[in-house]
């Protein structure tokens, strides 16, 4: 026995030797990776800043280790690649969130690698008053210490259009988000549970999907979670009646039989079900896990009226509001694209409630519509199944309240874009012309020239800019562009 004894400790030393050897290799990678690959890369990304213009993507965040950081991704043409990139520029770890501390924090890295902030052309932040407050925000701080010629392009504007499906959903006082929480949260660790859910599905012939969390701060997941509830609520359905007490699954009984046969679940598939409904009540529950399940059934069977209502006002509207975010979400560079299509956004969502008549006017003049003015308003658009649900029932209590929130939802969503989106604004605008689908207008000239007056500190003295301007708009011999193509490339190949 002595010889194997031996042997094995000699064994689990060599693994022991290699797992510290291993130990070490990994920590030499981390250190060549840091200090090493990671440097270099970032002393790249600092002599590209010294050399070209470029605009920063701010943000506070928490990291892993909940420490708040202020995370900077740059955003700049790059000669080299003749491309546009954008590169992570740094995270400064943060100990009081105020626009003085965290001037104070971009200023220090600035100085420390040598980046001059007049090649500073403008910063993407959130729109709350420590970045972007009038007086004493981060935005106003630095424009008024460090770079006078910081443009003002406004805030993000997809987190305008995720606050502005927040507004929309206020009236409804949560009553869809409560119930996507409600189902997600009651399979998140009930794996049995999700494996009959998906069981169930495929009795009736439906895809299944795990049920999601709704994401509070990107309120525009309320969407996605509203198409998944409305392909999966019949599969929620069966799955909940199993739930109720015996009384009201005999009032519910034929409306079951009646989902039975819409959806051709056989005999055999229907005693599963009983089972499964057997099996899951027999499983010990939480005096909160009974809440959750009673709120759950009270909606998809009591209410389902009204869940069907929210669920088709949401499906209708939302979509709007997403199509805009999707946009602006990629890497495309598609700033001359933001001014029309806010304005094309918030027009969409008017023609929803508004009578068409009163959309024929500027963007100024849109702003200043009075909104809650019911001489302005048209038939409200709620969806298709909302619209053969109040054709159908139009005095029942539940529709009329329903019509009272989904007005109330329009105005209080569409006064909110009136204050936050900035179709005023005279950058973005200008900014509209460099678009080549607008080139060989008059007022793209105009707003060309707006543009290099703005960007004057970016325009070498000796150019007569007005000429190349006029040139540039009737020039026959410029590459073809389609709308949709990369404007950063097809300029290049110009």
């Not at 002599?47 to 700049?76: A, C, G, I, Q």
């Not at 009329?400 to 950058?427: H, N």
Request: proline content about 3%.
């Amino acid at each position: 026995m002595a010889p194997v004894l031996v042997e094995l400790s000699q064994c689990l030393a060599a693994d022991k030797a290699a797992l510290s050897q291993m130990k070490v290799s990994r920590t030499a990678a981390s250190y060549k990776i840091v200090y090493g690959m990671g440097r270099t890369f970032a002393e790249k990304t600092f002599s590209n800043l010294r050399r070209y213009p470029f605009s920063l993507n701010v943000d506070e965040s928490t990291s892993s280790s909940f420490k708040k950081v202020l995370s900077m991704l740059v955003s700049y043409f790059n000669e080299e690649l003749n491309d546009v990139v954008v590169e992570h520029l740094g995270c400064l770890e943060v100990w009081k969130v105020t626009s003085a501390s965290l001037e104070r924090l971009m200023f220090d890295f600035f100085q420390k690698n040598n980046i001059p902030w007049l090649n500073l052309i403008s910063i993407m932040l959130d729109s709350c008053n420590v970045m972007r407050g009038s007086k004493s925000g981060l935005e106003t701080r630095i424009r008024e210490r460090h770079c006078p010629t910081l443009l003002d392009v406004d805030g993000d504007s997809c987190h305008h259009v995720h606050n502005a499906a927040k507004r929309f959903a206020e009236p409804f006082e949560n009553y869809l988000e409560q119930l996507f929480a409600d189902i997600h949260t009651d399979h998140q660790w009930a794996s049995d549970q999700l494996a009959y859910l998906k069981e169930i599905a495929e009795f009736l012939g439906i895809p299944a999907t795990n049920p999601q969390r709704f994401v509070s701060h990107r309120w525009l997941s309320a969407y996605d979670l509203t198409i998944n509830t409305k392909r999966m609520l019949p599969v929620f359905k069966v799955l909940y009646f199993g739930f109720m007490g015996k009384q009201d699954q005999e009032l519910y009984n034929e409306i079951l039989k009646d989902l039975y046969g819409d959806h051709g679940v056989s005999d055999k598939a229907q005693r599963r079900v009983r089972f499964i409904h057997q099996d899951l009540c027999k499983k010990g529950m939480t005096d909160l896990g009974k809440k959750r399940k009673a709120r759950i059934v009270k909606k998809i069977w009591v209410e389902n009226q009204k869940v069907d209502l929210n669920l088709s006002v949401y499906l209708g509207v939302l979509p709007i509001l997403k199509e805009y975010v999707m946009v602006f979400q990629g890497s495309k560079t598609l700033v001359h694209k933001l001014h029309d299509k806010q304005l094309e956004v918030f027009i969409d969502f008017l023609a929803c409630f508004i009578k068409p008549e009163h959309l024929k006017m500027s963007a100024n003049k849109l702003l200043e519509l009075d909104l809650a003015n019911n001489k302005l308003h048209s038939q409200i658009y709620v969806g298709k199944v909302a619209e053969d649900l109040i054709a159908a029932h139009p005095k029942h209590p539940v529709i009329i309240d329903f019509i009272e929130k989904v007005t109330k939802a329009y105005t209080t969503c569409g006064k909110y874009m009136q204050s936050k989106l900035p179709l005023k604004s005279k950058t973005l605008q200008a900014l509209s012309s460099i678009d080549p689908v607008v080139r060989g207008h008059s007022q793209a000239v105009t707003q060309l020239k707006e543009l290099a007056r703005i960007m004057k500190h970016l325009v070498a003295e000796e150019s007569d800019i007005t000429q190349e301007i006029i040139r540039y708009n009737v020039d026959s011999n410029l590459a073809k562009y389609e709308d949709g193509d990369d404007i950063v490339k097809c300029g290049h190949m110009s």
